[in-house]
């Protein structure tokens, strides 16, 4: 059963627009959320992470919102820039820092 | 730095054959972990080892096993691979269990 689910496969934005990415978790135990990007034939590198003390994270042109109780996730991204082009995993952390992750959105930012 | 390496980038094996991916991270890392990545499934975590001297199952072990040869080094065994291993096998570290996991490139395997 997956704990971490990412219904969007894909999501396609026009420059300058604002990208959202969704995530909801089953979980109610998990404390920590984290976004990380992937680019073709790299590696995963974090992005953003939220404790779920809070709702709201911002790190520059991305903002991370927790609603713990829709156990949803939401990635913005503004203004969206063709770099952006990746693909966005959410992760929960569970027991000893495991990460169990989404299946991943694939972001396309069009010029 | 190089952060985390992983050798081989790539590999073809045929069914039953043996082979070992190698890990190593310059970052003085506590923590080190093997995921493996499926189209439409994310990454899925097959082993970790939260310290050296330790090691841990995690969500899909089944098939593989590990070596922490020491703190930089991490390896993962396929002892008689099956087409259901053909992956993309990504290892990471982070400073401890509750830190930032930093990830190697990756090695693409496929299985015969």
């Known amino acids: 059963d997956q704990q971490v689910k990412q219904n969007s496969p894909s999501l396609s934005v026009q420059e300058g627009r604002i990208s959202i990415l969704n995530c909801d978790y089953t979980n109610s135990m998990f404390d920590y959320f984290l976004w990380y990007k992937k680019y073709p034939a790299e590696g995963p590198t974090f992005l953003i992470s939220i404790s779920s003390i809070k709702d709201k994270n911002e790190d520059g042109r991305f903002t991370v919102f927790l609603n713990k109780s829709a156990k949803h996730l939401s990635l913005h991204i503004v203004p969206s820039q063709p770099g952006d082009s990746a693909v966005y995993f959410c992760a929960a952390r569970g027991y000893a820092g495991k990460l169990i992750f989404g299946q991943g959105t694939t972001l396309q930012v069009k010029p | 730095n190089a952060g985390v390496t992983q050798t081989p980038k790539f590999q073809v094996l045929k069914t039953g054959q043996s082979m070992t991916l190698q890990c190593a991270q310059d970052m003085n890392h506590n923590s080190m972990y093997w995921y493996r990545q499926d189209p439409g499934m994310g990454l899925r975590l097959i082993y970790y080892?939260?310290?050296?001297?330790?090691?841990d199952k995690g969500e899909v072990p089944n098939g593989y096993n590990v070596s922490r040869l020491n703190k930089r080094e991490f390896s993962l065994r396929l002892e008689s691979a099956a087409p259901s291993q053909t992956s993309v096998y990504f290892c990471?570290?982070?400073?401890?269990?509750?830190?930032?996991?930093?990830f190697g490139p990756g090695t693409r395997l496929t299985v015969l």
């Open positions: 080892s939260a310290s050296e001297g330790t090691t």
């Open positions: 990471a570290s982070s400073h401890g269990t509750d830190n930032e996991q930093f």
